[in-house]
T-cell receptor
């Protein structure tokens, strides 16, 4: 199986500040990579997914962006955070056959 | 209509009980069916996944898929307090995955 690393685990940021969350994957090559946001007590909202380096699909219009500079690295960014960006951000990876996904430990973001 | 429907619970059972968790879905194109367990403030952990209709067993867990009814289930036998968590069903259509909202399970000692 794959191992997904995310950092930081917790982040407290002021409104209007920039954001960079990083995700790296071990144990697979050419994975499909995903960023989700999970609000408290709610389901998973797909934000972005990528099927290869430099290929990003956006699912929800917002002030967030994603980049994939290397095969097993996926970055979530924002130039100016909003209060509504608070949440639990999860990175996930699926093999090329996309049978299933594996998740990282998540980053809890609080925007004040 | 959501693509995947899951009763949010909470579901509270005594230790040792058999637990049944269920999801329904609307898209007959879904290919793989998954169950995840998520502890509070942690990432979801894959429990089981299956492709075809029928049952798949792994220890105390059994996943069941009925594609004709668009219905999937997860059974937990001899439930333990450590099984207390939120359980998410998921399914995919090629590169995209669709999740239920999760069922919160509490197993009382």
């Amino acid at each position: 199986s794959q191992t997904i690393h995310q950092w930081p685990a917790t982040l407290v940021q002021p409104v209007g500040s920039p954001l960079s969350l990083e995700c790296t994957v071990e144990g697979t090559s050419n994975p499909n990579l995903y960023w989700y946001r999970q609000a408290a007590g709610r389901g998973l909202q797909l934000l972005f997914y990528s099927v290869g380096i430099g290929q990003i699909s956006s699912e929800v219009p917002q002030n967030l962006s994603a980049s994939r500079p290397q095969d097993r690295q996926f970055i979530l960014s924002s130039k100016k955070l909003l209060l509504s960006d608070s949440g639990f951000y999860l990175c996930a990876s699926a093999g090329g056959g996309a049978e299933t996904q594996y998740f990282g430990p998540g980053t809890r973001l609080l925007v004040l | 209509q959501k693509e995947v429907e899951q009763d949010p619970g909470p579901l509270s059972v005594p230790e040792g009980a058999i637990v049944s968790l269920n999801c329904t879905y609307s898209n007959s194109a879904f290919q793989y069916f998954m169950w995840y367990r998520q502890y509070s403030r942690k990432g979801p952990e894959l429990l089981m996944y299956t492709y075809s209709s029928g049952n798949k067993e792994d220890g105390r867990f059994t996943a069941q898929v009925d594609k004709s009814s668009k219905y999937i289930s997860l059974f937990i036998r001899d439930s333990q307090p450590s099984d207390s968590a939120t359980y998410l069903c998921a399914m995919n259509n090629f590169n995209k995955f669709y999740f239920g909202s999760g069922t919160k399970l509490n197993v009382k000692p």
